[in-house]
């Protein structure tokens, strides 16, 4: 995708011009600069910004060499690189390290980045009548964070899972 230029605006300039385009933004540092998420957070509707992950097999897992899609991969420092290239591949990074990122980082409130990761994704899915929000008759997945943003409890179907 080209940056934005000041005379051939292009995706990025179109993104941020239109209130009807969504932007999906991967909240990790590394494959957007956290200015840059930062702009983004001001500029776009907070229904209208996504967070998603981009993830690979080595999400959630340590430092090491990995596979994506035939292509050999090294993650070190939790950013997934091809080993031919150099080039980012995918992430490592999960949906609740994407909102811990939004709050202390992008400095989004928890609501705002509550709606990023769960209910604006569930829109363009089709799925907001089910999921994305705390409503009655909604499937109740619900995660219950610490004050430092720490899992404690989870609820798949508003039921808690025994914890590891």
Not at 13 to 33: C, K, N, P, T
Not at 60 to 82: C, F, P
Not at 89 to 95: D, N, P
Not at 120 to 128: F, R, W
Request: aromatic share 2%; glycine share 10%; proline share 4%.
């Amino acid at each position: 995708m080209t940056g934005l230029h000041h005379r051939k605006p292009g995706v990025v300039g179109a993104v941020l011009d239109h209130e009807a385009i969504s932007a999906e933004i991967i909240a990790d540092g590394h494959h957007v600069h956290p200015v840059a998420i930062r702009s983004l957070t001001r500029v776009k509707r907070q229904d209208n910004l996504l967070l998603i992950t981009d993830a690979m097999s080595a999400a959630g897992l340590g430092d090491g060499d990995y596979s994506l899609g035939g292509l050999q991969v090294t993650v070190r420092g939790g950013v997934a690189r091809l080993k031919d290239g150099d080039s980012l591949a995918g992430s490592t990074l999960t949906m609740l390290q994407a909102f811990r990122f939004m709050v202390e980082t992008a400095c989004v409130d928890m609501a705002a980045a509550s709606r990023m990761a769960s209910g604006n994704p569930a829109k363009p899915l089709g799925m907001e009548r089910t999921l994305g929000s705390i409503e009655a008759g909604k499937q109740a997945d619900l995660l219950l964070l610490t004050p430092a943003l720490e899992l404690k409890q989870v609820w798949i179907r508003g039921r808690a899972p025994p914890m590891e």
